[in-house]
């Protein structure tokens, strides 16, 4: 079990919060977890409830997502200091859109969303931190989805031809 001092060593570590001060560090680590995944185990499942925010602090876990006539895809794989859960930090979600698997051993750092969206309520300089960081993954990740529905389309969708190609 990680102590309380652990945590704040481990965020240091996190490129989004080796610029905080030591009392914002150790605001995070007291709303914080670490979460240990063998190969297959499942952190959260699509639709399940929200509950945390994670950080992958090593290994691998995959993002896979349940489309009608294709089954589960897999659109996205998260590394070292990759972020997973992030619906769970805004007000709209109330259910994951995506479970997570492990694809290798791996350990996380959880954020109670609710406690943590506490903090940033409370300290509007750190939230502020956060919540910016945080668009960028969404954009991000968005990004990725795109990609992927723009490759299941191509996949499925007889090839267009080009008119003057039948020249």
Known sequence: MYLQADLTKTLRRIPWFVDLEPDKLSRLSSVASIHELQPGQVLFREGDRKDCFYVVLEGQVSLDMEVPTRGVVTFYTAEAMDVVGWSSMTPIARQRTA???ARKPSLLIGFNSELLQQICDEDCELGYIIMRRLANVV????LTIRLCLLD????TEPQATHPSADR
Do not use: C, D, F
Request: avoid cysteine; hydrophobic fraction near 55%.
């Open 99 to 101: 479970t997570v698997r």
């Open 139 to 142: 954009a991000n990740r968005l």
């Open 152 to 155: 299941i389309i191509a996949q």
